[in-house]
């Protein structure tokens, strides 16, 4: 029997879709430029595969995925 596939999204698709940013190519830029944290540590992937769990940190904004 496979196994459940785990949810995961996107960085950038994680920003977008929380109002963090306007645009995938604003949610590029920030990430590129080192502005977002995930789990406390500064990430530089936009497409980094975030779990249920992961803290993401853009300015003072800090929100936990979490998937329904």
Do not use: S, Y
């Not at 929380?18 to 430029?33: I, S, Y």
């Not at 497409?47 to 249920?52: F, G």
């Amino acid at each position: 029997m496979p196994e459940a596939e785990v949810p995961t999204i996107r960085l950038d698709q994680f920003l977008k879709a929380h109002a963090l940013v306007d645009t995938g190519g604003q949610a590029k830029l920030l990430v590129q430029e080192g502005h977002v944290q995930v789990n406390g540590e500064t990430e530089t992937r936009r497409r980094k595969q975030l779990h249920a769990g992961d803290v993401v940190r853009l300015g003072d904004e800090t929100m936990t995925v979490e998937f329904d």
